[in-house]
């Protein structure tokens, strides 16, 4: 029955796929499928939905295509949300729109451009402001060479010694990583994907990371995929959340930060085999591109907020993009409104004309949410690493040309060869190994494990623990001269977990 | 309760009751004597008891008819010191201003220990209130004194304070304690001149001086460098009372101190803006000695 209704949904989405695909890469087309899906749980990431991500990587789009997050002005009712909608040649019923907090997300089948949707939305006397769905991404560059030194980051930052004062932190603390997600179930699913020459069903085996006990995972929760059980299909999540709160002192794989926090896995990005899958099951016949997926603005502020409502006292965001989004800024101020801490990657993007990111670019104007940039095992920022007035702390990310596959972060997730896109065609998520990534995304949870730890030790404002991070760092580099002790390449300097949960004394 | 409490509620009481003897013995008739080589005669009339010269000041314990029931005083006869005598009462006038008994009674010199308990509210109130929960604390010592001539005294004394909190953050005034213990130790060496204006049992003084003070903080999980151990000079004024009964005295005194430019420079000191080390002590003195 579901699979019907799903089939029945994308009739009306080909013509437009197809449109779209025909610019894109003629060499793919959508044909009746030779075998049908059922998913298990209610999708949410729907045909139209995949279909989007996979166009807005083709394109190279920064938003998801047709989608737009419109907040109304306040006493607005749905006769006036009607109006303003009533702008859209698909006109939008406000029965149909999906709240996050104060913003609608619009959903336009027929208006693909989402810079025309809030244009037109922001013309309407009714609507306060609209914005596309920005798509933001986790950026990494995952690599599984030798083991060799691995936990080099941890080292440097001393560790050990903080563990003195503060062995892990505790379970009253529980950290969000809104991501990719974290496995949190043992068992298959079957999906649809394609071989290279046909459609075909394969069994995927899930499994949870054994190097986080079970009973630490909290509260999952998917926003992007389905209404069912969190799944990783990119190790992305997996990763971040192992730097953040890996088991530590098991003699198993490597070691968290905050090893005896709670941890939130929070799905609101996906990657290239979720969309594979759904693509797939739509009928469509061919790969999609490789680095399809990302997180929409949407997910992320859904998940922060569902975070920061059900006990999250730390949100890592290893995610980021160019587009500046009101709706992830006010979900921001919505977390650490409700003492939830949250560290944001900086973003990758140096050699790439270092445009600044966001969220990082807000976290520097609200006290209690740190931006972080990333340096090498030399302690010298990485070369991916964007700079900008903006950074606040940095903290180990990893970087290749600093010592090779070794001067990457090594954690456990899931095993990367087991999932190469395009190289495996039926994948598995079953089997986890210690894998180096880089970049601020692997910065960032390191900051949000220092933050738990301090959380444990009764600091419950998001802004002081912030301040405390900032007080204690290491300064890297000389200070910008309108900045005294802080700039542009390391912010305050490099995070001292150690120092930060000593604290201070009176006079030192 | 600890020792150290209990120990100062013991003084409070006792220097109390020694207040209590000494304020009732002050409130007696005193005369001066007018003429040379009086004499204080038993209680039998027949046997002199000591003879005084003319400004000698005597308290007067009763009267009958043409004598004053006085006490001997010390200086006439140790051996009759405190005992009761007759002087003719026209040897004597009525004190009408108190005289400074002590003062003509005073010795030239005189020297005594002390031994003292009081309470300290440090000038950088924030930042001890931020680490130790309270903006001062209990404070102990000692020291010797020597007084010359009418009223000039110098003194050197030892002061103790050592509190246990915990170490902090301060962001935008709030603070946040850590967990982690610090132990804040005090230590002050001062040397005090000043000006006692003896009375016979309760004596004003006035006094400042110069200081050391050794600083030294603690703290768990710290490497060698991280403990703070450093000294500052300090200046202090002192006022204080004594009252003194027999070879025991108690004082209560009142000392306002600078340590200068001592913290502020990091830690909580630094949040709050606070540099000076010194502060208001009030202190409890125990002496034995003249």
């Avoid at chain 1, 894109?24 to 499928?33: C, K, M, N």
């Avoid at chain 1, 054994?210 to 995929?225: I, N, S, Y």
Wanted: proline share 5%; glycine share 10%; net charge neutral.
């Amino acid at each position: 029955m579901r699979g019907t209704r799903l089939r029945a949904a994308l009739a009306a989405v080909t013509v437009t796929a197809g449109a779209s695909l025909l610019t894109v890469a003629s060499t793919r087309s959508i044909s009746a499928q030779a075998e049908s899906w059922t998913p298990p749980h209610r999708m949410l990431l729907t045909p139209e939905r995949a279909l989007a991500l996979m166009t807005a990587s083709d394109r190279h789009l920064e938003y998801v295509p047709g989608e737009v997050l419109v907040r109304f002005r306040p006493g607005v009712g749905v006769a006036g949300q009607q109006r303003a909608l009533s702008a859209l040649r698909s006109r939008p019923s406000p029965g149909d729109l999906r709240w996050i907090g104060d913003r609608a997300l619009v959903t336009d089948p027929i208006e693909r451009d989402a810079t025309i949707l809030a244009a037109q939305l922001n013309a309407q006397p009714e609507v306060a402001e609209a914005e596309p769905n920005y798509l933001y991404r986790i950026s990494t560059t995952p690599n599984d060479p030798g083991f060799a030194e691995r936990q080099w980051n941890l080292s440097v930052l001393d560790m050990p010694r903080a563990w003195d004062i503060n062995p892990g932190a505790n379970d009253t603390i529980t950290v969000a990583v809104v991501d990719t997600g974290m496995t949190t179930v043992v068992r298959s699913y079957s999906f649809l994907t394609w071989n290279g020459r046909t459609t075909q069903t394969v069994s995927v085996p899930f499994a949870m990371n054994p190097d986080v006990a079970g009973a630490r995972v909290v509260l999952p929760r998917d926003f992007v995929f389905w209404d069912g059980p969190v799944l990783d299909m990119h190790g992305h999540g997996t990763h971040v959340a192992s730097t953040i709160g890996e088991d530590t002192n098991n003699s198993l794989a490597e070691a968290g930060i905050a090893y005896r926090v709670k941890l939130m896995p929070v799905k609101a990005c996906v990657g290239f085999w979720e969309v594979q899958f759904v693509m797939t099951a739509t009928g469509y016949r061919g790969f999609v591109p490789s680095d399809s997926g990302g997180c929409a603005t949407s997910e992320i502020a859904e998940g922060i907020r569902y975070a920061s409502d059900n006990g999250a006292k730390v949100i890592n965001l290893s995610l980021g993009g160019p587009e500046p989004s009101t709706a992830l800024r006010d979900a921001l101020n919505y977390a650490v409104g409700k003492g939830a801490f949250v560290a944001i990657a900086m973003g990758n993007g140096y050699e790439d004309g270092n445009a600044t990111e966001y969220p990082a670019a807000y976290a520097a104007d609200i006290d209690g949410a740190i931006s972080v940039g990333a340096v090498g095992r030399s302690l010298k920022r990485a070369y991916y690493s964007s700079t900008g007035p903006h950074l606040e702390i940095a903290a180990p990310g990893g970087d290749d040309r600093d010592g090779g596959s070794n001067g990457m972060i090594w954690q456990a997730t899931i095993y990367r060869a087991d999932s190469t896109p395009m190289t495996v065609l039926s994948p598995r998520f079953d089997r986890y190994a210690e894998s180096g990534y880089e970049g601020t995304s692997m910065a960032s949870p390191h900051v949000a494990g220092v933050a738990a730890l301090i959380m444990s030790q009764g600091v419950t404002s998001p802004a002081v623990v912030e301040a405390l991070i900032k007080k204690t760092a290491l300064p890297l580099g000389a200070s910008d001269a309108a900045t005294p002790g802080r700039n542009r390449e390391y912010g305050y300097g490099l995070v001292q977990p150690r120092a930060a949960l000593r604290g201070f004394g009176l006079a030192k | 309760m600890n020792t150290l409490h209990r120990t100062f509620i013991w003084v409070a009481w006792i220097s109390c009751a020694i207040v209590a003897s000494a304020t009732a013995a002050s409130a007696q008739t005193q005369v001066r004597v007018t003429v040379d080589r009086s004499t204080i005669w038993t209680a039998d009339f027949q046997t002199p008891a000591a003879v005084v010269d003319s400004g000698t000041m005597l308290a007067v314990v009763a009267e009958r008819k043409d004598w004053y029931e006085v006490i001997v005083p010390e200086r006439a006869d140790p051996a009759r010191a405190a005992q009761h005598g007759f002087i003719f009462k026209s040897f004597v006038t009525k004190s009408t201003v108190a005289e400074p008994r002590a003062e003509i009674d005073a010795p030239r010199f005189g020297a005594a220990g002390f031994a003292h308990f009081g309470y300290s509210r440090f000038a950088a109130q924030n930042s001890f209130q931020a680490i130790l929960g309270h903006p001062g604390g209990g404070i102990f010592g000692g020291g010797g004194e020597v007084r010359f001539g009418r009223g000039f005294f110098v003194n050197a004394s030892v002061d103790r304070f050592e509190q246990t909190g915990q170490r902090a953050i301060v962001a935008n005034g709030q603070v946040f304690n850590l967990g982690v213990s610090d132990t804040i130790a005090l230590t002050t060496w001062a040397g005090t001149a000043g000006w006692r204006f003896a009375r016979e049992h309760v004596t004003p003084y006035l006094g400042g001086g110069l200081g050391l003070v050794r600083y030294r903080e603690t703290s768990n999980f710290a490497d060698p460098g991280e403990d703070v151990d450093s000294r500052f000079r300090s200046y202090h004024v002192v006022g204080g009372v004594e009252v003194r009964n027999g070879w025991v005295a108690t004082a209560f005194e009142v000392a306002y101190s600078r340590v200068p430019d001592a913290i502020g420079v990091g830690g909580a000191s630094a949040a709050f803006h606070e540099t000076d080390l010194g502060g208001i002590v009030g202190r409890i003195k125990v002496l034995v000695g003249r």
